[in-house]
């Protein structure tokens, strides 16, 4: 069974800095790409970033572009983002998915964790 | 990056048929794939479509999907009250991201 679990999430100051951790299990992980999508309250889906199974390729959205960092280490089966300079719009549900096929392919997710809350707040 | 365009609402009876549009550009949806999430209320998105018309396994036949051109729609025939969720288109775009629609919620009356 394909699982996807996020943890990190949190309350943190405008300026400051938080790290997502997506821990997967029930699939061969290096073969898949991960995405993070995100969820402000009340507010549609934003993609925020992509990673590839082998972590060559990252992908990010205009609004997280030079501030969030993705990463992934294959041999714990886990994806990280590394949020910094967060402001208040930032504040949402994270989700890490997992891409839909394997290889360099990355129109859909197939399996999505559960979410985790960041808050941004002074 | 815009969204890709879906309307806010939309509505029917119980076994009525629900239409659902998504419309975009060339650099998205005229060029890749659309794919379309169900979420339901307090929960995570869930794949509905892919690659346009594709049902993953446990998906009912009554949720179907297509694309002509630059615009994608989902159709949920046979409305039932657990169909109520929030629907979201989404495509690759030639900007080296995913676009998501704004979304559209879907009430049974």
């Known amino acids: 069974e394909v699982q996807l679990v996020e943890s990190g999430g949190g309350v943190v100051q405008p300026g400051g800095s938080l790290r997502l951790s997506c821990a997967a299990s029930?699939?061969?992980?290096?073969?898949?790409?991960i995405h993070w999508v995100r969820q402000a309250p009340g507010k549609g889906l934003e993609w925020v970033s992509l990673?590839?199974?082998?972590?060559?390729?990252?992908y990010y959205g205009n609004s997280v572009r030079g501030r969030f960092t993705v990463s992934r280490d294959n041999s714990k089966n886990s994806v990280y983002l590394q949020m910094d300079s967060l402001t208040t719009e930032d504040t949402a549900f994270y989700y890490c998915?997992?891409?839909?096929?394997?290889?360099?392919?990355?129109?859909?997710?197939?399996?999505w964790g559960q979410g985790t809350l960041v808050t941004v707040s002074s | 990056q815009s969204v890709l365009t879906q309307p806010p609402s939309a509505s029917g009876t119980p076994g009525q048929r629900v239409t659902i549009s998504c419309s975009g550009s060339?650099?998205?949806?005229?060029?890749?794939?659309v794919s379309w999430y169900q979420q339901l209320p307090g929960t995570a998105p869930k794949l509905l479509i892919y690659?346009?018309?594709r049902r993953p396994s446990g998906v009912p036949e009554r949720f179907s999907g297509s694309k002509s051109g630059t615009s994608a729609s989902l159709a949920i025939s046979g409305l039932r009250s657990e169909d109520e969720a929030e629907y979201y288109c989404?495509?690759?775009?030639?900007?080296?991201?995913?676009?998501f629609g704004g979304g559209t919620k879907v009430t049974v009356l």
């Open positions: 998915a997992k891409g839909g096929e394997p290889g360099f392919s990355w129109d859909y997710f197939d399996y």
């Open positions: 029930g699939f061969t992980f290096h073969n898949y790409a």
């Open positions: 990673i590839s199974g082998d972590g060559d390729i990252t």
């Open positions: 060339s650099s998205n949806i005229g060029s890749f794939y």
């Open positions: 690659r346009n018309d």
């Open positions: 989404a495509a690759w775009d030639d900007s080296l991201s995913v676009l």
